[in-house]
Nanobody
Framework: QVQLVESGGGLVQPGGSLRLSCAAS????????IGWFRQAPGKAREAVSC?????????WYVGSVRGRFSVSRDNSKNPLYLQMNSLKPEDTGIYYC??????????????????????WGQGTLVTVSS
C-alpha cells in the first residue's frame, strides 16, 4: 500500500527555517517524481515544488519560493526533504507531499497540477508568525 507521511512542521518566526520530511512506503520512492504542495487557510492548494527521480535530476519550484526552498532526496534512507529558508508569513499552511501517478520526471508543463498526483500524505502544518 502506497503511503506518504510528512513531518517537521511547526511554528517558526519570519526569517527562520524548517526542514520537512516525506517518508514513503509501499513503493520505491526514487522510481517516481514527488511533489510538494501547500494549502493556506481559505485558499486553494498550491504547488510548491517537484523533485524528479535522481536519474532524471530535474526539479521545479513555484516562483514565490524559488531561491528560498530546496528539495532533495536521500535515496539510501528513503525520505525526501523540503528545506525552507527565509520563511515568510505567507508561507503558512499545511504542506503535503504527493506521488505522481506515473513517471520519474517532473514535467515542466504539468508538475504543478494536483491531478497528476495519485497518492497524498496527511500533511504537516507550518506556521510562520512572530
Amino acid at each position: 500500500q502506497v503511503q506518504l507521511v510528512e513531518s517537521g512542521g511547526g511554528l517558526v518566526q519570519p526569517g527562520g527555517s524548517l526542514r520537512l520530511s516525506c517518508a514513503a512506503s509501499g513503493f520505491t520512492s526514487n522510481d517516481y517524481a514527488i511533489g510538494w504542495f501547500r494549502q493556506a487557510p481559505g485558499k486553494a492548494r498550491e504547488a510548491v515544488s517537484c523533485i524528479s527521480s535522481s536519474s532524471v535530476g530535474i526539479n521545479w519550484y513555484v516562483g514565490s519560493v524559488r531561491g528560498r526552498f530546496s528539495v532533495s532526496r536521500d535515496n539510501s534512507k528513503n525520505p525526501l526533504y523540503l528545506q525552507m529558508n527565509s520563511l515568510k508569513p505567507e508561507d503558512t499552511g499545511i504542506y503535503y507531499c504527493a506521488r505522481v501517478i506515473s513517471g520519474r520526471a517532473c514535467e515542466q508543463s504539468h508538475w504543478s497540477s494536483p491531478v497528476q498526483y495519485g497518492s497524498w500524505g496527511q500533511g504537516t502544518l507550518v506556521t510562520v508568525s512572530s
